[in-house]
T-cell receptor, first 113, second 117 residues
Framework: GNSVTQMEGPVTLSEEAFLTINCTYT??????LFWYVQYPGEGLQLLLK?????DKGSNKGFEATYRKETTSFHLEKGSVQVSDSAVYFC????????????FGKGTLLTVNP | NAGVMQNPRHLVRRRGQEARLRCSPM?????VYWYRQLPEEGLKFMVY????????ESGMPKERFSAEFPKEGPSILRIQQVVRGDSAAYFC???????????????FGEGSWLTVV
C-alpha cells in the first residue's frame, strides 16, 4: 500500500534560517506528490506539487523535487519568516484513485523573530 | 468567497452519545470527502460522496460511522455510540470534477475536533 513518512517535529528555527523537512514515500505505480500547509486556525492548503520524477514544485519560496531514485520529496526554503509558522503535511496520490490522498503525520514548524 | 465550512469546530461528547459533524462544501462543488486525523497520525481517508451517493467508503469503520450528502444541505458525518478512540480531528474537503492526479482541486476545511470523555 501507500505510505508517507515525514520528519517528526516540532521544528523551531530563527527567522532567515534555512528549512528542510524530509519526506519519503512508498507507493504503487507512479504517484503524484504534494505538500500541504495548515496555518493556525485555518484549513489545509495546497502549497506545491509534482507529478513526475525530477519535477520541482515551488511556491512562496518553498521548493521540493520529486526524487524517484530515493523516493523522496523534501521541502526546502532558503530563508524562513515568522509567517511560515504552520504544520506542513507531505502527501501523495497513487494507485488509480485521483481523490484519495495519503498523508504523512505533519511537521509543526515554529519560526521565532 | 467562503471556503469549505465545518461545524462545530470543537465537540465534546460522553461515551455512548452520538456525534454529528457538518460540512458545507465550497460553492459549486458537488464532491465531498471526509478524512480523520488520530493523535500522532496523519490524515486518513474515510469516505467520498457526491450528492445523494456514496462513491467510496473504503476508509470508514465498519460500525457506528455513517456519512451522507443530501440533495439539499450540508454533508453529515455521524458517529453513533462514541468511544474514547473516536477522539480525533475530522477534516472535510470538497472539489468540482476531478482532473487526473489532482490534489490541487481538493479544498479542505479547518477541521472539527471531537473529544470523547
Amino acid at each position: 500500500g501507500n505510505s508517507v513518512t515525514q520528519m517528526e517535529g516540532p521544528v523551531t528555527l530563527s527567522e532567515e534560517a534555512f528549512l528542510t523537512i524530509n519526506c519519503t514515500y512508498t507507493a504503487t505505480g507512479y504517484p503524484s506528490l504534494f505538500w500541504y500547509v495548515q496555518y493556525p486556525g485555518e484549513g489545509l492548503q495546497l502549497l506545491l506539487k509534482a507529478t513526475k520524477a525530477d519535477d520541482k514544485g515551488s511556491n512562496k519560496g518553498f521548493e521540493a523535487t520529486y526524487r524517484k531514485e530515493t523516493t523522496s520529496f523534501h521541502l526546502e526554503k532558503g530563508s524562513v519568516q515568522v509567517s511560515d509558522s504552520a504544520v506542513y503535511f507531505c502527501a501523495l496520490i497513487s494507485g488509480g484513485s485521483n481523490y484519495k490522498l495519503t498523508f504523512g503525520k505533519g511537521t509543526l514548524l515554529t519560526v521565532n523573530p | 468567497n467562503a471556503g469549505v465550512m465545518q461545524n462545530p469546530r470543537h465537540l465534546v461528547r460522553r461515551r455512548g452519545q452520538e456525534a454529528r459533524l457538518r460540512c458545507s462544501p465550497m460553492k459549486g462543488h458537488s464532491h465531498v470527502y471526509w478524512y480523520r486525523q488520530l493523535p500522532e497520525e496523519g490524515l486518513k481517508f474515510m469516505v467520498y460522496l457526491q450528492k445523494e451517493n456514496i462513491i467510496d467508503e473504503s476508509g470508514m469503520p465498519k460500525e457506528r460511522f455513517s456519512a451522507e450528502f443530501p440533495k439539499e444541505g450540508p454533508s453529515i458525518l455521524r458517529i453513533q455510540q462514541v468511544v474514547r478512540g473516536d477522539s480525533a480531528a475530522y477534516f472535510c474537503a470538497s472539489s468540482r470534477i476531478l482532473e487526473s492526479s489532482s490534489g490541487n482541486t481538493i479544498y479542505f476545511g479547518e477541521g472539527s475536533w471531537l473529544t470523547v470523555v
